[in-house]
């Protein structure tokens, strides 16, 4: 588990860097990541789109899909 986490920590960081950038996540000065409550929908309806592209997605491998979602933002 530990070479997984040192082989994907670009993107690990990128992902953190882009959810800060989109408020979706808060740093604090002591370096402590907050979710930012007003960021998300408490109930999201999911279209079928969605519904078949979040099926697809679950034969994706973590860096697959983390990877897929970098090219796409």
């Known amino acids: 588990m530990r070479d ?3 082989f994907n920590i670009e993107y690990i960081i990128r992902s953190i ?3 800060v950038k989109k408020e979706v996540i ?3 000065d002591d370096g ?3 979710l930012n409550d007003n ?3 408490p109930k ?6 969605f519904k078949s ?3 697809e997605s679950k034969n994706f491998t ?3 899909f983390l990877k897929e979602v970098l090219d796409n933002v």
């Open 4 to 6: 997984d986490y040192l």
């Open 26 to 28: 808060i740093v604090k």
């Open 17 to 19: 860097d882009i959810l």
């Open 39 to 41: 960021s998300y929908l």
């Open 53 to 55: 592209v979040l099926e």
């Open 44 to 49: 999201i309806e999911i279209t079928v789109f």
């Open 32 to 34: 402590v990541l907050l």
């Open 62 to 64: 973590d860096r697959q």
